[in-house]
T-cell receptor
Framework: DAKTTQPPSMDCAEGRAANLPCNHS???????VYWYRQIHSQGPQYIIH???NNETNEMASLIITEDRKSSTLILPHATLRDTAVYYC????????????????FGKGTKLTVNP | DGGITQSPKYLFRKEGQNVTLSCEQN?????MYWYRQDPGQGLRLIYY???????QKGDIAEGYSVSREKKESFPLTVTSAQKNPTAFYLC?????????????FGPGTRLTVL
């Protein structure tokens, strides 16, 4: 079962920031937060991940609350091509830390970017 | 150009026939995975392999078989024993032992059994 809760859908205007929330209230200290997205009929695309600190890359920013029970993925300037289902996943980083080999995808958030 | 390739993108088979889905990666990753996705659902793990000549069952391995004879290749066979094989099949790979073990996915194969 997925250990995260996300809103089923969100809308965003093109050019504006898209802020996608995720709750993971049962996250453990050695579990990472991963974000993937899936455009219809394509494989999931890795976006970003983090453990405690906020992270930024060329695609997005990840803001993790201090208690680590929730996070927000930020797409700073959404485009029509960002329309996709966004998945928030928590998992242990490595097998030696008791990590699971599988990614557990929930239902995700369907983000629609409108012109 | 590094990445994961899956072929074909669309595959049609008659009921009762075995079919093999291809997955190749040139990322030099040790670990490879097969997932299945049904409409409106998340991914479910079928099989995974952390090293050549070794693989483990995932959550829904019944009716499927795999082989890992080469590091780059992890083909999945959907057998006639799989009761509901029509689905979107996704292959992924990751660096074994990396601190974050990110999985990267191929483009997928959509299998339709008629």
């Amino acid at each position: 079962d997925a250990k995260t809760t996300q809103p089923p859908s969100m809308d965003c205007a093109e050019g504006r920031a898209a802020n996608l929330p995720c709750n993971h209230s049962t996250i453990s200290g050695n579990e990472y937060v991963y974000w993937y997205r899936q455009i219809h009929s394509q494989g999931p695309q890795y976006i970003i991940h983090g453990l405690k600190n906020n992270e930024t890359n060329e695609m997005a920013s990840l803001i993790i609350t201090e208690d680590r029970k929730s996070s927000t993925l930020i797409l700073p300037h959404a485009t029509l091509r960002d329309t996709a289902v966004y998945y928030c996943i928590v998992r242990v980083g490595t097998k030696t830390q008791g990590g699971s080999e599988k990614l557990v995808f929930g239902k995700g958030t369907k983000l629609t970017v409108n012109p | 150009d590094g990445g994961i390739t899956q072929s074909p993108k669309y595959l049609f088979r008659k009921e009762g026939q075995n079919v093999t889905l291809s997955c190749e990666q040139n990322l030099n990753h040790d670990a490879m995975y097969w997932y299945r996705q049904d409409p409106g659902q998340g991914l479910r793990l079928i099989y995974y392999s952390q090293i050549v000549n070794d693989f483990q069952k995932g959550d829904i391995a019944e009716g499927y078989s795999v082989s890992r004879e080469k590091k780059e290749s992890f083909p999945l066979t959907v057998t006639s024993a799989q009761k509901n094989p029509t689905a979107f099949y996704l292959c992924a790979s990751s660096i074994r032992g990396a601190s974050s073990d990110t999985q990267y996915f191929g483009p997928g194969t959509r299998l339709t059994v008629l």
